[in-house]
C-alpha cells in the first residue's frame, strides 16, 4: 500500500533561517506528489506540486521541492523563514492518472518561528 | 473566484446522533472529495464524487456516506456518531483535469460528546 513518511512531527527554527522539510513515500510507481500548508483553524493550502519535468519545482510563499527518484523522496526548502510560515505542514501523492483525487497525505510537520 | 465554502463550520453532537456536513465547491469543479482530519490518524480520505456519482471511497465504516447534486454541491452524512467521529472534516474541490490538485475549504469541526 502507498504510505507517505514526514519523519519530523515538529521543528523551530529562527526567523531568517533556511528550512528543510522531509518527505518520503511507498509507491508502486512516481506518483502525482504535493506540499500543502495548514494554519490554526484553517483548511489545507496548497504550496507546490510536481508532475513531472524538472525536479526543482518552485511554489508559492518562496517555497520550492526537489523530487529524488532514486530517494523516493520530495523535500520542502525555503531559505529564508518568516515569522509567518509558522503552521504545520504536509506531504501528499495521488496516483498518476485520469481521476486522481484520492491523496495520500503524511502526518505532518509542525513548524514553530522563532523571532 | 469564491473558494470551497463548508458548514456549518462548527457543531456538537451526542453519541448515536446522526450528522450532515455541506460543502460547496469552487464554481465550475465537479469532483468533491472529503477528508477526515484527526490528531491521531491525520488526514484520512474518506470519498470523491463527481458528476452525482461516488467514484472512490476510502476505509471508513458504512455510517458514513456522502452525495452529490446536479450542481456539483456535495453532503456528507455520519451516522451513529461515535466519540471516535470528533474530527475537523475537510472538503476539497477540483476540476476534472484529474491531476490530483485540490483546493481545501476550511473545514467542519465535529464534536461528539
Known amino acids: 500500500a502507498q504510505s507517505v513518511t514526514q519523519p519530523d512531527i515538529h521543528i523551530t527554527v529562527s526567523e531568517g533561517a533556511s528550512l528543510e522539510l522531509r518527505c518520503n513515500y511507498s509507491?508502486?510507481?512516481?506518483?502525482?506528489l504535493f506540499w500543502y500548508v495548514q494554519s490554526p483553524g484553517q483548511g489545507l493550502q496548497l504550496l507546490l506540486k510536481?508532475?513531472?519535468?524538472?525536479?526543482l519545482v518552485q511554489g508559492i510563499k518562496g517555497f520550492e521541492a526537489e523530487f529524488k527518484r532514486s530517494q523516493s523522496s520530495f523535500n520542502l526548502r525555503k531559505p529564508s523563514v518568516h515569522w509567518s510560515d509558522a503552521a504545520e505542514y504536509f506531504c501528499?501523492?495521488?496516483?498518476?492518472?485520469?481521476?486522481?483525487?484520492?491523496?495520500?497525505f503524511g502526518k505532518g510537520t509542525k513548524l514553530s518561528v522563532i523571532p | 473566484k469564491a473558494g470551497v465554502t463548508q458548514t456549518p463550520r462548527y457543531l456538537i453532537k451526542t453519541r448515536g446522533q446522526q450528522v450532515t456536513l455541506s460543502c460547496s465547491p469552487i464554481?465550475?469543479?465537479?469532483?468533491v472529495s472529503w477528508y477526515q482530519q484527526t490528531p491521531g490518524q491525520g488526514l484520512q480520505f474518506l470519498f470523491e464524487?463527481?458528476?452525482?456519482?461516488?467514484?472512490n471511497k476510502g476505509n471508513f465504516p458504512g455510517r458514513f456516506s456522502g452525495r452529490q447534486f446536479s450542481n456539483s454541491r456535495s453532503e456528507m452524512n455520519v451516522s451513529t456518531l461515535e466519540l471516535g467521529d470528533s474530527a475537523l472534516y475537510l472538503c476539497?474541490?477540483?476540476?476534472?483535469?484529474?491531476?490530483?490538485?485540490?483546493?481545501f475549504g476550511e473545514g467542519s469541526r465535529l464534536t461528539v460528546l
Open positions: 476539497a474541490s477540483s476540476s476534472s483535469g484529474g491531476t490530483g490538485e485540490l483546493f
Open positions: 509507491y508502486g510507481a512516481t506518483p502525482y
Open positions: 510536481y508532475f513531472s519535468g524538472d525536479t
Open positions: 501528499a501523492v495521488a496516483p498518476r492518472g485520469a481521476g486522481s483525487y484520492q491523496l495520500t
Open positions: 464554481s465550475g469543479h465537479r469532483s
Open positions: 464524487y463527481f458528476s452525482e456519482t461516488q467514484r
